[in-house]
């Protein structure tokens, strides 16, 4: 496969690998390669992320298309999701290998959407403790078929169902992790931009990884409540944090100042919804109106406005 971003990959069978839908070890390692290590910013000290293409997944960018990173300690690293596919998994542990040859201890995984998740499989042989949401399981399972159909028509007979490594670790509250004289707070949050939403501060540098609870210049995408994200996003107002790593955009941002666009976004669809619905007006009318105003400030605005007011009116109307 070669795309931008990767440049060549070359991935043999999966024939040695035990993988199933609850954490499994690897028992022997995968002959896959990645001779292209992703290209990661350093963000902080010891931070590194990886900024997805702003767009779609296709074979090009190999489902690459959302921040993922590593933060590394004395003694390990942590992994904070791992990409859209095996082969983006692969390079972004390859680039990992670049900065250190430290266990890597955990990976964490921010939701359930699978431009963030299918890259786990890469990181089976290492053995790390995998991490997520106490609502990330069930979810998975829930929507499996239809994201392997989906990676399947991208990416082609290559995306499996042994890249569905679902997480052991399953955190329900709040839970803080050591690397090595380095702090990460893990903290669940109710549904918001999904139901098993997942944030990751690194205590020693003030960087948060917020995963999709925050977009920056790609349109946000409503996957679980509107209420819910903006409740979430006034809790997240208060996290101490001197930047953010988004699900999607700029490697990195101010905090909390990102939160302001879609901040503004998401208030704008609940007020024009709850108009529309005030005067009994459809769905229909509800997208072709809500949220037009935003139109030239996001990304992929035409892919998924509508879909976020159908999410909004559809929760909206039983309030």
Not at 45 to 67: C, F, H, K, M
Not at 216 to 240: C, F, M, T, Y
Not at 253 to 274: C, F, G, H, K, S
């Amino acid at each position: 496969m070669t795309c931008p971003v990767l440049r060549r990959c070359r991935v043999a069978g999966l024939a040695g690998w035990f993988i199933a839908l609850t954490f499994a070890i690897c028992l022997q390692p995968c002959s896959a390669t990645a001779e292209a290590p992703l290209a990661m910013s350093q963000i902080a000290q010891g931070v590194y992320v990886y900024r997805g293409a702003d767009a779609e997944a296709t074979a090009e960018n190999a489902g690459g298309i959302a921040n993922i990173g590593f933060i590394v300690g004395d003694q390990s690293v942590a992994v904070i999701d791992t990409g859209g596919s095996l082969m983006v998994g692969q390079a972004l542990l390859a680039a990992i290998r670049q900065v250190t040859d430290l266990p890597i201890q955990y990976v964490i995984n921010t939701h359930f959407h699978p431009d963030h998740i299918l890259g786990n499989a890469a990181f089976v042989a290492e053995r790390p403790i995998f991490v997520g949401h106490v609502n990330l399981p069930p979810a998975l399972r829930a929507r499996q078929a239809s994201y392997l159909a989906r990676a399947q028509e991208v990416l082609g007979s290559i995306a499996s169902e042994d890249w569905f490594i679902v997480p052991q670790h399953l955190v329900s509250g709040r839970e803080v992790i050591d690397l090595g004289r380095r702090g990460l707070v893990l903290e669940a949050y109710p549904t918001a931009h999904t139901d098993s939403d997942l944030t990751v501060l690194d205590e020693a540098t003030g960087t948060l990884f917020a995963g999709d609870l925050v977009f920056l210049e790609r349109i946000p995408a409503i996957d679980g409540s509107i209420v819910g994200w903006l409740a979430a996003l006034d809790r997240l107002k208060g996290v101490p944090a001197r930047r953010v790593v988004a699900g999607h955009g700029p490697a990195s941002a101010a905090w909390p100042a990102a939160l302001a666009d879609e901040l503004r976004y998401l208030e704008l669809i609940a007020q024009e919804t709850r108009q529309i619905l005030a005067k009994g007006g459809t769905l229909q009318e509800a997208t072709a109106s809500v949220g037009l105003t935003e139109k030239n400030r996001w990304r992929l605005f035409d892919s998924y406005n509508a879909r976020n007011v159908t999410a909004a009116y559809t929760e909206l109307e039983w309030e």
